[in-house]
């Protein structure tokens, strides 16, 4: 099955600077790619997400890149805020048949 | 969170003794998930239903048995709780397989 990798667990970094979170798959099947934010007690919510059939999505802040050839992706946080400390997952699907496969987790803390 | 409860937000039980956590929607998705999120293992499916009374197995299925007798409400038992089966529960949901997925609240379970 499917599997995915996530770096770093953790991530501290400065308000105002970049974060930028990584995902590889094994799947090469795999054209769905989520990523969400889960704050403190609460569930995971959907930030971005990108098929693959494009290489890169932004919103705002947020920015996701998809390098197929080399089965990874990957989470681009700009000019971070404090509200953006939180815990996000990345995950990878093989789309209409399957579900997808989550990553273990980045911590991401911002000071202020 | 998408039109996604959960009941109830927090449950203490003893070894042995029947639980049952309860997600409803208003939302009319067809596939319904449930998650466990542990430190250091992410999320990880239990099982899901693409249907009323159309459910299969996830990864970590063992100890726990579901039912969907309606499209809003998707049951998940733990028919005799284990210590092991401490976590925290996410329903989630979504129209379809390869799409986006939208999480509960959670449930918080600790089983003495």
């Known amino acids: 099955g499917e599997n995915v990798e996530q770096h770093p667990s953790t991530l501290s970094v400065q308000e105002g600077d970049s974060a930028v979170i990584k995902c590889t798959y094994s799947d090469s099947a795999s054209n769905y790619f989520p990523w969400y934010k889960q704050e403190l007690g609460k569930g995971p919510q959907l930030i971005i997400d990108i098929r693959s059939n494009v290489g890169e999505k932004k919103d705002q802040r947020i920015a996701v890149t998809l390098n197929k050839t080399a089965k990874h992706f990957s989470l681009h946080i700009t000019e971070t805020q404090p509200e953006d400390s939180a815990v996000y997952f990345c995950a990878a699907s093989k789309g209409g048949s399957y579900i997808p496969t989550f990553g273990r987790g980045t911590s991401l803390i911002v000071h202020p | 969170d998408a039109g996604i409860t959960q009941s109830p937000r927090h449950k203490v039980t003893e070894t042995g003794t029947p639980v049952t956590l309860r997600c409803h929607q208003t939302e009319n998705h067809r596939y319904m998930y449930w998650y466990r999120q542990d430190p250091g293992h992410g999320l990880r499916l239990i099982h899901y239903?693409?249907?009323?009374?159309?459910?299969d197995k996830g990864e970590v299925s063992d100890g726990y048995s579901v039912s969907r007798s309606k499209t809003e409400d998707f049951l998940l038992t733990l028919e005799s709780a284990t210590s092991s089966q401490t976590s925290v529960y996410f329903c989630a949901i979504s129209a379809g397989l390869g799409q986006a997925q939208y999480f509960g609240p959670g449930t918080r379970l600790l089983v003495l």
């Open positions: 239903s693409y249907g009323v009374k159309d459910t």
